[in-house]
């Protein structure tokens, strides 16, 4: 396990269209966190999970937004009719129960 | 909102030592303070993390005084490829963290 994955690490897409991230965290990890980062400007938490149980979901986070993690191993972050200001770098983090966060390399979402 | 304030923006040379400060005047009796670096297209990477006194690693070391409302990061010996954004973060092991616009390193030749 060579650390956190996300997939894709780009993606481009039309207004009004649903998308879809993935993130895979270190596998022992129990805890995943998800974050939002516009240019110039630190991560911002969207949601978290405890294994499969989303704990905790930030005000950023729409109706439009939704995140599971079946199982308790990866998530997925969808949005669904995507507007421009959803143009960012989508974050994925995990960590044990007690430590620093380990994030994966993002997802950068256009839309045009 | 970030419970932590830094400077936006900081230069050094090549060679020097450097010491990024952030004040956290309303850290909690458990919170831990975490230093974490990013560079351009990447997520952030942790560098550090303390409770009190010092703590040291193979690439940084974390000061942090008895009343705990500061703390300083120290890069020795920093080169170029040190240019980064660092974020300092107080939370309590586990919990959310919240980041704020940290500080920007500008290593020049």
């Known amino acids: 396990d060579t650390g956190v994955s996300q997939d894709p690490r780009h993606k481009i897409t039309k207004r009004g269209q649903n998308v879809t991230f993935r993130c895979d965290p270190i596998s022992e990890h129990n805890r995943l966190y998800w974050y939002r980062q516009t240019l110039g400007q630190g991560p911002e938490f969207l949601t978290y999970?405890?294994?499969?149980?989303?704990?905790?979901k930030s005000r950023l986070l729409s109706d439009r937004f939704s995140a599971e993690r079946p199982k308790g191993s990866f998530s997925t972050l969808e949005i669904q009719r995507t507007e421009q200001g959803d143009s960012a770098m989508y974050l994925c983090?995990?960590?044990?129960?007690?430590?620093?966060?380990?994030f994966g390399s993002g997802t950068r979402l256009t839309v045009v | 909102l970030a419970k932590t304030t830094q400077p936006i923006s900081m230069d050094s040379y090549e060679g020097q030592e450097v010491n990024i400060t952030c004040s956290h005047n309303n850290i909690a009796t458990n919170d831990y303070i975490t230093w974490y670096q990013q560079f351009p297209s990447q997520g952030p990477r942790f560098i550090i993390q303390g409770y009190k006194t010092k703590v040291t690693n193979e690439v940084a070391s974390l000061f942090i005084p008895a009343d705990r409302k500061s703390s300083t990061l120290s890069l020795p010996r920093v080169s170029l490829s040190d240019t980064a954004v660092y974020y300092c973060l107080v939370a309590l092991r586990g919990q959310n963290f919240v980041f704020g616009p940290g500080t920007r390193l500008s290593v020049l030749p």
């Open positions: 999970f405890q294994n499969e149980a989303q704990l905790e």
């Open positions: 983090a995990s960590s044990p129960e007690a430590h620093g966060y380990t």
